[in-house]
Every structure is written in C-alpha cells, then in structure tokens.
C-alpha cells in the first residue's frame, strides 16, 4: 500500500451556488480547516452524495479562500451525476470534504509568469494569481472558451490588476481563435516560464509550443482522480523519460496534479 499523505476531513456548509456561465457554477463552501490549508492548484475530494450512486468522490481545485472568515470558492461544470448534484445543492447544505491533496503551483522566479488557461482550468491559476500579490506584476492572463456563454465574467473573478487577455473559439469576445494563438506575443525571451491548466488538447497545444520556444512549463492536469491519495492508480500518466518502469507512470493525485509539462506524454 502507498504511504496516505495527512489530510483534512471536514462537512462544509454551502453559502451560495450561483451560474456564472453556461452549465458552470461557483460554490461558496464554509469549511475553516480547508480554506486555511488550500494551495493553488491542490484539489479537494468533495462526496457528492452519501449514497451509493454515484460513490466516487469529485476532485475540484478551489478558486479562492478567505481565511478569516473561513470559506473557499470553488468552481464547477455539470457534466455528470456528481456535479448535478452540486447543481442541486441550496444554501445551509453540507458536503463532507477531504483534502487537501496534490502538489500546488508555486511562483516561479522568471520576470514573465504566463498563465494559460481554458474552461474551469480557470481556477488554479486564478488562486495562485489571489495568493500572490508581490507577483502579479509579473504576471499574464490568458484565458480561453468556446464562445461568450461559456465564459464567465472574468474580471469577477480575478485581481483587478491582474494582466487578462482573453480568447474565444467563434471571436465573439477577444481575440477570434484559439487561446494558444497568444502566446508567442506575451513571452520575454529567456525569462518567461508557462504555467496551464485546462482541457488536456489545449495543454497538450500550450506544451508543444512552449518546447518550440523552449520555454519552461508546468501543467496543472486534471486527471479523475477517484481516491486522491494513490491507492487505486486510477489517474496515472506516462512520462516521456524515467530511470525505472517503476516511474514510467506516475499518480496525478501524488506526483502532481502540478507537473512539468516538458517530462510527460501528451
């Protein structure tokens, strides 16, 4: 059995569950220990439903904490039984929560941090532009979507003095096309480092061409995981170089989510 990293169990109370886009929402959860304890881009396993269906637990970054007050935001698509229960859920409701789990994004010391991002992979790096202030200077926000109905209002939910650049599919907000169209004019050569999260095509995208300017940079993945402490093996992705079999594939919940986007196979 793997070691089971120490984590928080906790029944977090919602506070508001509003839609934010087009089948995405944003819950405020009452949970003191959690939001005292969440990292940008650590995750949460939220038990949707104390029955038997759907049994899993739900992974979910979280977007931002207040501390004092005691609660966290996450956001979330419905896309499933799990988050249509989330979708359900009314003020006063409670959710048991484990975590937190997984490797956070940490600031990297490059004078250009360039945050890419797409659909709700919006979150991990929403929190770490909230968490780190002495940084946003040095920080870019792309963000990416199909078109206007499933974006939401951005600025609500970032620093106003956060750099934001946005992107969608049909150009009807921002630049018409793709999100990674964007990145070659916001790097400074020899000291920019990516930081991404979002759909796995659209990290796979950001990857390749952070190699092709070789560029640092790290993936947040968003890999199911179904325990989040490595027992089931459930979420394990293949890298590209490994000194043994053992470490050919590694668990999303333990040896990431945050990953070095250059090491693995997309």
Known sequence: MPDIPNFIRESAVVQKNESIAHGVYLMRLLAPQLANACRPAQFLQILTDPGLSPFLRRPFSTLYVDREAGWL???????????????EAKPGDQFHISGPFGLPF?????????????GVGLVPLAFLAWEHPD?????????????TTRLPNMPALLPNDLALHVATDDGSKGHHGFVTELI??????????????????????VADIAAELNVPCYASLENHMACGFGACVGCVVEYKTYETDDLRYRRVCLE???????EIVW
């Open 73 to 87: 935001d996450i956001i979330y698509d419905v896309i499933g039984p799990g988050t249509e229960r989330l979708e």
């Open 106 to 118: 940490d600031p990297p010391t490059s004078k250009r941090i360039l945050l890419i991002a797409g």
């Open 135 to 147: 940084r946003r200077a040095d920080m870019v926000y792309l963000m990416g979507a199909a078109n």
């Open 184 to 205: 070659a004019e916001h790097i400074i050569p020899n000291d920019t480092t990516i930081l991404t999260c979002g759909p796995h095509l659209m990290m796979a995208r």
């Open 256 to 262: 990431g989510p945050v990953v070095n986007a250059h």
